[in-house]
């Protein structure tokens, strides 16, 4: 069955720096979305990529899906104490009802 | 508030008994999932109903589990004889049939098994 695996599982960042977070599958995705989960809460949508070498951007937050419509990453620049969570990628392949969901990376920010 | 509403936002029973748990999607959503998600981990689907059929069911899922829609509204997930690797985070989820939406999450239900 599709796996859905993200790297790091954690990253500590100190305010101000930058990080990235990769997504990967084991087959091809019809598109992948992204949520965030605060501490204590529920995922919450993000964004949503469906083409192949998509870029989106939401203010620090750049998303990009891969060529092969296999692999994601988030990049957020800037980090600030409000981007504490747990982000996650998932994605659903093209027989597949089901949204499958990665291990999230949890952020943690230094002040 | 018209997003995704559980009930009991907590729960806790003795190993053995059955429980049943409500979630109420958004009103004009068709799609409803149900998702477990543990400590450290992202969440893993357990079942998902278009209306009221029941499309898909994981094969993780024992058969202890058994969730409902009637009338394709509210969603009702029960577990019965509860083991103490049961307890989870339940999310329930809904989005809309057209293209490939985003899922709207409930704040969840905590099981704990003792």
């Known amino acids: 069955g599709q796996q859905v695996m993200q790297i790091p599982q954690y990253q500590h960042v100190q305010e101000g720096e930058d990080f990235t977070t990769y997504c990967n599958s084991s087959?091809?995705?019809?598109?992948i979305q992204w949520y965030k989960q605060r501490p204590g809460g529920h995922p919450v949508f993000l964004i949503q990529?469906?083409?192949?070498?998509e870029v989106k951007k939401q203010k620090r937050l750049t998303f990009q899906f891969g060529e092969a419509k296999k692999n994601s990453s988030l990049h957020i620049t800037a980090t600030q104490t409000t981007d504490v969570g747990t982000y996650f990628c998932?994605?659903?392949?093209?027989?597949?009802?089901?949204?499958?969901f990665g291990a999230g990376t949890t952020v943690t920010v230094r002040a | 508030d018209t997003g995704v509403s559980q009930d009991p936002r907590h729960k806790i029973t003795k190993r053995g008994q059955n429980v049943t748990f409500r979630c109420d999607p958004i009103?004009?959503?068709?799609?409803l999932y149900w998702y477990r998600q543990t400590l450290g981990q992202g969440p893993e689907f357990l079942t998902y109903?278009?209306?009221?059929?029941?499309?898909?069911k994981s094969r993780l899922l024992s058969d202890r589990f058994s969730a409902e829609r009637p009338k394709g509204s509210f969603s009702t997930l029960e577990i019965q004889r509860t083991e103490q690797g049961d307890s989870a985070m339940y999310l329930c989820?809904?989005?809309?049939?057209?293209?490939?939406?985003?899922?709207?999450f409930g704040n969840g239900t905590r099981l704990t098994v003792t």
């Open positions: 990529l469906v083409k192949s070498g």
């Open positions: 998932a994605g659903f392949t093209q027989d597949d009802y089901k949204l499958s």
């Open positions: 989820a809904s989005s809309l049939v057209q293209g490939l939406s985003p899922l709207h």
């Open positions: 087959t091809t995705l019809s598109n």
């Open positions: 109903f278009q209306n009221e059929a029941q499309l898909e």
């Open positions: 009103s004009e959503h068709n799609r």
